[in-house]
Every structure is written in C-alpha cells, then in structure tokens.
Nanobody
Framework: QVQLVESGGGLVQAGGSLGLSCAAS?????????MGWYRQAPGKEREFVAA??????????ADSVKGRFTITGDNAKNTMTMSLQMNSLKPEDTAVYYC?????????????????WGQGTQVIVSS
C-alpha cells in the first residue's frame, strides 16, 4: 500500500491561485500507474478533477477545471509527488481535495481504479 499526504490547501479569494501537493511513499510506489485529484464539496459527491500518469506523459482534466488547473508529477525511484496548480479559482471550486493513486493501467482512470487515497486538504474560495 502507498501512503499519500496532501498539502497546500487554504483560503483564497475568487480569481486567485493556489497550489496543492501530494507526496506518495511506500515500497510499492514503483508499481503505480497514475495519480489523480478528486474533490468533494459539502453535500455533494466526490468528483474527479485531474489525473496524470506516472511517467507524466498523459494528463486528463475534468471539463470544469480545464484551462484553469494544471497537474504535474515528479517521480523518483521510490517516491511520487504530484502537484495541482489552480488558477482563476471560483467559489464553486471550494471543496476538500483528495490525492489518489492507481496501479490499474486504464486511461483515463475511473474512480474505482484508485485504491489509495490521502486524507484530503481543504480549499475555500471566497467570493
């Protein structure tokens, strides 16, 4: 099992920017195929935000964040890190953001493919 730890959440005004990071560690990180970000707003279901393959060669975004968010990854031998740069933030981006990892080689990945999840980091965008 891989351990995932998010950081970088906080409070920002609408139109502003915020960066999130996810650090993955554990002896099985080398077998992981991709990582992704999901978010869950109060009273809503968890939704997909973005994903990136371990190699960094492929990225995939939800339509709601395309053009505003950028996902990047940095993979060493036994660790994986992933970042999400969020620009032009809107109040509707307010949510808890979760980092996730999958070792199932499907692209784009489905939520059911993600077997490892972080604890989440809160993002609040004020209007």
């Amino acid at each position: 099992q891989v351990q995932l730890v998010e950081s970088g959440g906080g409070l920002v005004q609408a139109g502003g920017s915020l960066g999130l990071s996810c650090a993955a560690s554990g002896h099985t990180t080398s077998v992981y195929y991709a990582m992704g970000w999901y978010r869950q707003a109060p009273g809503k279901e968890r939704e997909f935000v973005a994903a990136i393959t371990r190699s960094g060669g492929r990225t995939y975004y939800a339509d709601s964040v395309k053009g505003r968010f950028t996902i990047t990854g940095d993979n060493a031998k036994n660790t994986m890190t992933m970042s999400l740069q969020m620009n032009s933030l809107k109040p509707e981006d307010t949510a808890v953001y979760y980092c996730a990892a999958t070792n199932f080689p499907r692209w784009p990945p489905l939520r059911q493919d993600f077997g490892s999840w972080g604890q989440g980091t809160q993002v609040i965008v004020s209007s």
